[in-house]
């Protein structure tokens, strides 16, 4: 169960990070994938933050990942630099692929093939 204090810094790490990706973002992944922040999570000793980050219009979205990983020192800093009024220490970051978009799609698309071919059961029989 996170604290209302790991909410205050999750949400206020979320918003700023939002920010930081809308302003630096095209110099770490390139101008083309469309980078969202879904949400953050932080540990219950504040010594590290899970941002969990959507990617649209490229395919290889772990490439993005990626290339985010190997420029996590440069966003840190631009994090950190935002939220350092707010936060007595800087937790750690760490980016984790949200692909709850693409799961319901395909869940949605297996409903839809279901209810195409008849399976889940229709109100005729009634």
Same mark, same amino acid.
């Given at each position: ?9 999750? !949400?206020? *790490? ?17 101008? !083309? ?25 490229? !395919?290889?979205? @772990?490439?993005? *990942? ?19 009024? @707010? ?26 093939? *279901?209810?195409? !071919? ?9």
């Amino acid at each position: 169960m996170e604290s209302k204090r790991q909410k205050q810094v999750a !949400e206020l *790490l979320k918003r700023n990070f939002s920010i930081v990706l809308q302003q630096e973002g095209s110099y770490v992944y390139g101008a !083309e994938p469309l980078v969202t922040v879904t949400g953050v999570k932080v540990t219950p000793d504040f010594a590290l933050a899970k941002i969990y980050i959507s990617v649209y219009n490229t !395919e290889n979205k @772990q490439a993005v *990942l990626l290339e985010m990983e190997e420029e996590i020192a440069r966003l840190k800093q631009s994090l950190s630099s935002r939220v350092r009024q @707010q936060l007595r220490r800087m937790p750690d970051i760490a980016f984790f692929l949200d692909d709850t978009l693409d799961e319901m799609y395909r869940v949605d698309a297996l409903f839809n093939r *279901l209810y195409s !071919e008849n399976q889940m059961g229709s109100s005729e029989e009634e």
